[in-house]
């Protein structure tokens, strides 16, 4: 299974690139920050979609997507958060979060900043954001691949 990860895409303009690949996967999940009911509808165009709500995200949203949710995949479960606090503290916020949750990986936003690495056997996985050219090293997005009981990450820079 291969599965597009997006966050925090703040109702402004998807990259091409990020759209093209999404239609190649089989499902989309999104870590929070759409910012308008709009963007929600532009992801379903491209596929079905699992998500959560973040920080920034309108009442509609808030109200239409958890704070927080397990998805499953086969055996395999998946932690999806948007995050909080302070971007440096992000991580140790997310990990908080899924503490009592046996979970084999995470996947969140927030910071906008692009993040890869397993820790203590739990893949953690922040796509960045494709559209922010601000605050985030680069517009980035994510792809999950799943088969034979794990789990891989890819973080794809925008071109």
Not at 50 to 66: K, L, T
Not at 87 to 94: F, G, I, K, W
């Amino acid at each position: 299974m291969k599965i597009g990860i997006v966050s925090d895409t703040h109702s402004l303009e998807l990259p091409p690139q990020m759209i093209q690949d999404f239609l190649k996967v089989d499902l989309i999940v999104h870590a929070g920050d759409f910012c308008s009911w709009e963007d929600v509808e532009k992801f379903r165009k491209i596929k079905d979609l699992q998500a959560v709500h973040g920080n920034m995200d309108d009442p509609n949203i808030r109200r239409s997507f958890p704070r927080k949710q397990i998805l499953k995949f086969g055996s395999l479960k998946v932690g999806l958060f948007h995050g909080d606090g302070p971007a440096a503290m992000v991580l140790e916020n997310v990990k908080a979060e899924f503490a009592k949750e046996k979970v084999d990986s995470i996947i969140f936003g927030h910071s906008h900043q692009p993040f890869n690495e397993t820790i203590e056997q739990v893949l953690f996985l922040n796509p960045g954001s494709p559209n922010d050219t601000i605050r985030a090293p680069y517009r980035s997005y994510g792809i999950l691949e799943i088969a034979d009981k794990k789990i891989v990450g890819k973080i794809v820079k925008v071109k």
